[in-house]
């Protein structure tokens, strides 16, 4: 019977500890070539698009059964065009050290360093609908005037949150939320909503926290 894969989650320790080293490194890397946000930026679509999307593709990446000359080989194949020529390199090494199980853990560790560095908070921010670019940039200004530090959006789309948003710093949830309007959040035009979420932004000044 073959092993079952493993994939590396939020509480496995080790695999937050060694994603932490191995983005350190790569940023170290990225950072003497001034390439950061370019190689965060692909590192986030290799995890969040071409692995989270593809669990069949993640499985062979992550796979005991498959060399490492093989996974250099597909790696090449897929991301060769796509990704930054550095990041390339990092994930053949990670393929040849039979390491690609932990890039979900490296770049969480990565944008947390690369936020550290930059004195900038992390706020997730939950809403009904999805934020459009406009809206974007005005939430994380506004959150950036309250919090009187740099601002990283963390989007989620929840349906439960009706008519507003809820962001969370830390441990400290901001509640801008208005619960029980479904038929009314059903009438109302995406404007609409947009507005409703920037008053509920702007309402986080007045101190409305909804616990810690």
């Known amino acids: 019977m073959k092993e079952p894969i493993k994939f590396d989650t939020v509480l496995d320790t080790g695999a937050e500890q060694l994603g932490r080293t191995y983005a350190s490194a790569l940023l170290g890397a990225a950072s003497a070539a001034d390439t950061v946000e370019a190689v965060l930026d692909d590192l986030r679509g290799v995890v969040d698009e071409a692995l989270a999307g593809n669990p069949a593709f993640a499985a062979a990446l992550q796979s005991p059964q498959i060399s490492a000359e093989e996974k250099t080989r597909v790696l090449e ?10 990041l390339l390199r990092f994930l053949k090494v990670m393929a040849q050290r039979q390491r690609l199980y932990y890039l979900p853990a490296i770049r969480r560790a990565a944008e947390n360093l690369y936020d550290e560095h930059l004195g900038r ?20 200004e ?18 439960t949150v009706l008519g507003g948003l809820v962001v969370r710093v830390g441990d400290t949830v901001f509640d801008g939320s208005v619960s029980g309007q479904l038929t009314a959040m059903a009438r109302e035009t995406r404007r609409g909503v947009a507005r409703r979420l920037l008053e509920s932004v702007d309402s986080f000044a007045s101190g409305e926290i909804a616990g810690a």
């Open 121 to 140: 908070v992390v706020a997730e921010v939950r809403t009904a609908v999805p934020l459009d670019d406009g809206l974007r940039s005005q939430i994380a």
């Open 142 to 159: 506004r959150l950036e005037g309250v919090l009187a530090k740099r601002v990283r959006l963390q989007e989620v789309v929840d349906e």
């Open 77 to 86: 194949r897929v991301f060769g065009e796509q990704v930054h020529p550095l």
